[in-house]
């Protein structure tokens, strides 16, 4: 499986952007979306099924991000509404077999994942 995540930038607070990270060879894998800011460990943001019917998002996004994947586009979407700057950070995605290591934020046990891209919150 490889990954490449892409679409982070600079907004403003209150703004939105959307990451999307293409998964080849990851139709059958859970995907996930992980952030990690300066001097702070690596986080669980959102996770989806392989199917997409299950979906998980950290307290701290919950209402204004959603993660939704298209399969026959090998891609996973993570759209991030009324940004703050806590959210700025280096989005990863990753993938797993099974959900529950990305749900559970088990970084070292997580089978793939890909390059970060940036996200920038100003005030």
């Known amino acids: 499986v490889q990954l490449q995540a892409s679409g982070g930038g600079l907004v403003q607070t209150g703004g939105s952007l959307e990451v999307s990270c293409v998964a080849s060879?990851?139709?059958?894998?859970?995907i996930g979306w992980f952030r990690q800011a300066p001097g702070k460990d690596r986080e669980v943001v959102s996770c989806?099924?392989?199917?997409?019917?299950?979906?998980y998002y950290a307290d701290s996004v919950k209402g204004r991000f959603t993660i939704r994947r298209d399969n026959a586009k090998n891609t996973v979407f993570l759209q991030m509404n009324s940004l703050k700057p806590e959210d700025t950070a280096v989005y990863y995605c990753?993938?797993?077999?099974?959900?529950?290591?990305?749900?559970?934020?088990?970084?070292?046990?997580?089978?793939?994942w890909g390059q970060g891209t940036q996200v920038t919150v100003s005030s």
């Open positions: 990753a993938a797993d077999r099974d959900f529950d290591p990305l749900v559970h934020g088990l970084v070292y046990g997580i089978d793939y």
């Open positions: 060879g990851g139709n059958f894998y859970a």
């Open positions: 989806v099924s392989s199917g997409g019917g299950t979906t």
